[in-house]
């Protein structure tokens, strides 16, 4: 009969940690002490909990003679415990100890998902925390390494934690169960072996309770953990704006990082060492230029104090635009002209030509709305700029190329640079430009700061809302942008406004439509 403190032990952890809740359970059982003890509590707890137990058993490969034993044994067990029972093998010897865990979970998942069990179970036992504990210290691990095996991540459960070896030996023992055991436990060329044979026995001398303490550490380190957690994620949740983290609210020191590493591991599903964390945190200092760090798992972009993560095989949903194989996010991919369908044309921004004007009709533009116009300014548009009348008749939009040039002289280049316009909106400008290809206006970029686009990644509009342009007959004298066109309009100008619609998602490209 199994101890009663034992089963209070486990069954205290289960309902503090919600371990076990009633259903089918993975119960993975390599035949050694502490997995066949797990199950043997498991069977005894299943009625009392309304668990329904699955035994997965997964060969490694590593001994042939005795898994073929090892298999038999466990199989025996399992029907004993009235489990039904799975057996898996790698497809070939694997060559390190990560690789066969990762092989091991990856079957232990599989059977999991097959039976629909809410869970795995695995053995790990207060002595594994303990040495988890002290393997990570001597890395060089940081909060989380001291928190070390958690009762439950990632549909993993470690009801045995709160038991040790001497526990698990015990219940095997009134079972009248021998279990089987592994050579290689005791070979000290592995890390973990040879601090529970060499390091923990010496420990041991100085508290006979060293896996009580050291597991104490790693509870006291995993309660620091999860509140740290929960800051980073608020002050994430604070700096979000759209598919980006602005760096001025986030701000800096020890809670930043932590929300930037947070953030990239939901970004890629990859957690980062110190040493990427550190060069993370050296490019989130940064808030001139723009530039691309890559990390394992995908690519950091910095577009001024703007950050976002880039997940690199594949692509991911991210704000209101679709990360394609640049990596850049927004845009249509449409190519060509869609035809004339109810008045209305479409066009992808990044790869049409000239989209020329038509009189009083609006277009649309990657979500820039520019209507030319002789007469007085639709509601809601906004003046951005004036061009002669003689100007206007050869007036088109386009996107950027490379070498243009802004009508006064200069490069256009230059213009965007000061304005701040992030490098990966540049190329979803619409630009006005005249017969000669010269570029007159850019839409959002006035008196030197970009109040449309840039302004709107600054978070100053509402979601969904896009800026756009207008054109209209008289302007307001000395009309300018960013010195493209100076001095007063002519008094038969037209003038370039902007004003904010909403567009849907599908929306996106350049569009003629009625007005």
């Known amino acids: 009969m199994i101890?009663?403190?034992?089963?209070r032990l486990v069954r205290e952890l289960a309902h503090a940690h919600g371990l076990l809740p009633p259903g089918p359970l993975v119960v993975a059982v390599s035949g050694g002490t502490d997995s066949t003890a797990l199950l043997l509590i498991l069977a005894a707890l299943r009625d009392e909990l309304g668990l329904v137990l699955h035994v997965a058993h997964f060969d490694h490969r590593a001994r042939p003679r005795a898994a073929v034993r090892d298999l038999a044994a466990v199989a025996a067990l399992a029907e004993r415990c009235g489990a039904t029972f799975r057996a898996g093998r790698a497809d070939a010897a694997l060559a390190s100890e990560d690789a066969a865990r990762r092989a091991r979970y990856a079957f232990l998942r599989r059977a999991a998902a097959a039976c629909g069990a809410s869970g795995i179970a695995t053995g790990h036992t207060r002595d594994d925390q303990a040495e988890t504990v002290l393997l990570h210290l001597t890395r060089g691990s940081g909060l989380t390494g001291l928190a070390a095996m958690r009762p439950s991540r990632d549909g993993v459960v470690r009801p045995l934690l709160t038991l040790g070896r001497v526990d698990t030996a015990a219940v095997c023992g009134v079972a009248g169960v021998t279990p089987r055991e592994d050579p290689s436990n005791r070979s000290l060329a592995f890390a973990r072996n040879r601090i529970r044979h060499r390091v923990l026995p010496e420990l041991g001398r100085l508290n006979p309770r060293v896996a009580e303490a050291l597991a104490r550490v790693a509870d006291a380190a995993a309660g620091d953990e999860d509140a740290l957690e929960s800051a980073a994620r608020d002050l994430l949740l604070a700096a979000r704006v759209g598919d980006a983290i602005d760096l001025d609210r986030l701000g800096s020191g020890t809670l930043a990082l932590r929300a930037l590493a947070q953030a990239w591991w939901v970004a890629t599903g990859t957690t980062l060492g110190s040493r990427h964390r550190a060069a993370l945190a050296a490019e989130a200092a940064r808030r001139t230029g723009s530039a691309a760090l890559a990390l394992p798992g995908g690519q950091v972009v910095r577009e001024y104090a703007r950050l976002r993560f880039v997940?690199?095989?594949?692509?991911?949903?991210?704000?209101?635009?679709?990360?394609?194989?640049?990596?850049?996010?927004?845009?249509s991919s449409e190519s060509e002209e869609a035809g004339e369908a109810g008045g209305a044309r479409r066009v992808a921004p990044r790869l049409a030509g000239v989209v020329p004007f038509v009189r009083d009709v609006p277009l649309d533009w990657g979500g820039w709305r520019l209507i030319l116009t002789s007469s007085g300014p639709p509601a809601g548009f906004t003046t951005i700029g004036t061009v002669p009348g003689a100007v206007a008749a050869g007036l088109g939009v386009r996107a950027r190329r490379p070498g243009d040039r802004i009508a006064r002289g200069g490069k256009l280049q230059d213009l965007l640079t000061d304005a701040k316009v992030p490098v990966r909106l540049r190329s979803t400008l619409p630009l006005i430009i005249d017969a000669a290809g010269r570029v007159r206006l850019v839409p959002g970029i006035h008196g030197g700061i970009d109040r449309g686009i840039h302004g709107g990644l600054q978070g100053g509009r509402p979601p969904g809302e896009v800026p756009s342009v207008a054109v209209h007959a008289r302007p307001p004298l000395g009309t300018s942008v960013l010195g493209i066109i100076r001095g007063p309009s002519p008094l038969h100008g037209l003038a370039l406004t902007t004003r904010r619609v909403l567009v849907p998602p599908h929306a996106r490209g350049a569009q003629h439509e009625p007005r």
């Open 3 to 7: 101890p009663r403190r034992t089963l």
């Open 311 to 331: 997940r690199s095989a594949g692509g991911r949903r991210a704000g209101s635009g679709e990360c394609d194989g640049s990596g850049e996010f927004g845009g």
